[in-house]
């Protein structure tokens, strides 16, 4: 899986080189290319952003270097080109599970007071938000969708934790102990010891309806 994105601040991405998501760019799983948009810039002081048309506070960014960028990957009219914005539909597993289909997807990540509409227009096929909430960019957004999509495609992670984990059937996932057996006075469940498969699946089912019911009862109606 190719990420393509397009940003000011592609430094930013390097974080993504840690941990689980970093073993998958080493073992060639996904790839991140993040393209400079200034790069694409026409004047000579690189300037990328202007002045709103009708005034107003902040800056705007232009239609014109986000089009040559994202020209120049060079992508099929096929490929999603994805806009981080908290005006975009409320990313969810489904849609990271749709996403991971592909072998290749664009981000755009905004910022200042957002991208020439145009722009919206001209490339951008999904909108898509992260939550209620207004960061200073699309750059932290797009790596929560990078690392929620990444996850999915095969062999980033045992598939059998993809299977079990929460959201995957509509429930939050039960809860998980491990060593030591006691800890401040508290004991693991007995039939997590028992051994006793059958039990510890059933266990396992009613304490993720329960835990769902109590924490997340939206997830069940
Ligand atoms: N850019 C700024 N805020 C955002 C949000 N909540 N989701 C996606 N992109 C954003």
Not at 33 to 44: E, G, L
């Amino acid at each position: 899986m190719k990420f393509n994105v397009l940003t000011l601040f592609p430094e930013m991405f390097s974080i993504m080189n840690e941990s689980i998501i970093g073993r998958a760019i080493e073992n060639n799983k996904i790839e991140i290319n993040a393209v400079n948009i200034r790069d694409f810039a026409d004047n000579k002081h690189n300037r990328v952003d202007d002045y709103p048309y009708g005034g107003g506070a902040g800056m705007v960014m232009m239609a014109p270097p986000i089009f040559r960028a994202y020209n120049s990957l060079n992508v099929d009219k096929s490929v999603p080109v994805i806009y981080m914005s908290p005006q975009g539909k409320p990313f969810t597993q489904d849609m990271a599970r749709e996403y991971a289909k592909y072998d290749e997807l664009v981000i755009l990540c905004g910022h200042y007071e957002g991208v020439d509409e145009r722009i919206l227009e001209e490339i951008v096929t999904d909108e898509v938000s992260i939550g209620d909430y207004v960061l200073t960019g699309g750059e932290l957004p797009a790596m929560v969708v990078i690392d929620t999509i990444s996850r999915l495609v095969d062999d980033v992670i045992a598939k059998e934790s993809i299977e079990e984990e929460s959201f995957s059937s509509n429930l939050l996932e039960y809860p998980q102990y491990t060593r030591p057996e006691e800890f401040n006075g508290k004991k693991v469940p007995e039939v997590l010891l028992s051994g006793h498969h059958e039990n510890i699946k059933k266990w396992r089912e009613e304490e993720a309806v329960k835990r769902t019911k109590l924490k997340r009862p939206d997830l069940l109606s």
